[in-house]
């Protein structure tokens, strides 16, 4: 992570992350930022070897609306800020693409 994200920035990537290694034992498991992201208006779902619990959503939403970030992983810059508006059109366009990634 960059050193200059904001507080609430760094939460939401350290939750996601943790929520990243508590169900798949992973600092960031492929496609987390848009299974995390799909669980934000579906809700609670299995996920690995635990869950996203509405607890984790909580949190997650919080964080969202209180950055107005949302966080992804690229490979030569990891984890990776980007704005809700940018980060809503990457998410359209990478499920369009590619359907599979929400079943995890």
Wanted: with cysteine; hydrophobic share 35%; charged share 30%.
């Amino acid at each position: 992570m960059l050193p200059e994200t904001t507080e609430d920035e760094w939460l939401l990537a350290y939750t996601m992350s943790c929520i990243s290694e508590r169900c798949y034992y992973a600092g960031w498991y492929d496609g987390l930022e848009y299974v995390l992201w799909n669980a934000l208006t579906a809700g609670p779902r299995r996920f690995g070897h635990d869950e996203i619990s509405s607890d984790d959503i909580t949190a997650l939403e919080m964080l969202k609306s209180r950055s107005q970030r949302w966080i992804f992983f690229d490979d030569s810059t990891e984890e990776t800020v980007i704005s809700i508006e940018k980060w809503e059109l990457k998410y359209t366009d990478f499920v369009r693409n590619n359907p599979a990634i929400l079943k995890r």
